[in-house]
């Protein structure tokens, strides 16, 4: 059974650049690593819920990466991760509901520190829904524990995030077929919810919905952290990312 909201993914230009960012904001930003494809390196702010996110950037051009497209739309969150129980039997449940998902793919990097982390993951078939990562060593070495997870800003955790669809309650099927339960524009998962959102029917151009879903396709499009300082962070700090905090 998938379990939790893993990490979500944010794309950026440089990211000395972005941890700079980040820790301006009051977050504590982990070193990541160089993943195993050496297209890519990445940080990590990592929260108590287990959860983090990701910042990523590309290290060379990779134009078959699968988030090389990406770049074109500029920096921002650009997937998310769930956490799976047991990674073959979520695919297993999902492909019986109807969904075409692939299988277990392995995954990697090399961690400053010397360290190989290892996970598999397995990506739908459908454009904008997440991708399933579940680790192959010990999950310490992908998620840091210990004071990594302390905040200067209160931060403790994914409350939310925002998914940005065409249309709501077919993407609510596509996330049934993947998570299970009742189909809905809100999805309970772990301590976080999923929440479906669209532009408003006959809506202009000019619309921030409308503009971002052309831009950037389906997927995730705003976050929100549970703090002790609720308010909204300033996107030129997130890299374009909406990020609010709540209680």
């Known amino acids: 059974m998938i379990r939790a909201i893993d990490h979500m993914v944010i794309l950026v230009d440089d990211l000395d ?16 690593g160089t993943h195993a494809d050496g297209a890519t390196h990445n940080a990590l702010v990592v929260f108590d819920d287990d959860t983090y996110l990701e910042l990523i950037a590309f290290v060379r051009p990779a134009p078959a990466h699968q988030w090389w497209h990406h770049r074109a ?32 793919q392995p995954g990697g990097r090399l961690r400053p520190d010397g360290q190989r ?3 598999q993951t397995s990506r739908p078939a459908v454009v904008g829904l997440p991708f399933l990562c579940g680790d192959l060593t010990d999950r310490a070495l992908r ?38 339960g ?11 919810t999923i929440t479906l959102v669209a532009p408003l029917p006959g809506v202009g151009a000019g619309d921030p919905l409308r503009m971002q879903l052309e831009r950037r396709g389906a997927g995730p499009y705003g976050l929100t952290l549970r703090g002790a300082r609720p308010g909204s ?9 909406p990020i609010d905090i709540v209680p």
Request: glycine share 12%.
């Open 143 to 180: 998620v840091p524990r210990g004071d990594l997870r302390r905040h200067a800003n209160g931060v403790v955790g994914i409350a939310g995030v925002e998914v940005l669809v065409e249309d709501v309650w077919a993407a609510a099927e596509q996330y049934q077929a993947l998570l299970g």
């Open 17 to 32: 650049s972005a941890i700079t960012s980040y820790t301006t904001l009051g977050f504590t930003v982990a070193p990541g």
């Open 182 to 192: 009742a189909a809905g524009p809100t999805f309970p998962l772990g301590t976080a």
């Open 73 to 104: 739309a500029g920096e921002g969150l650009i997937d998310y991760a769930l956490l799976p129980g047991a990674i073959d039997d979520d695919i297993a449940a999902a492909r019986a509901r109807g969904l075409v998902i692939s299988a277990a």
């Open 117 to 119: 982390v290892a996970w």
């Open 233 to 241: 962070l300033d996107p030129a700090l997130t890299h374009g990312v």
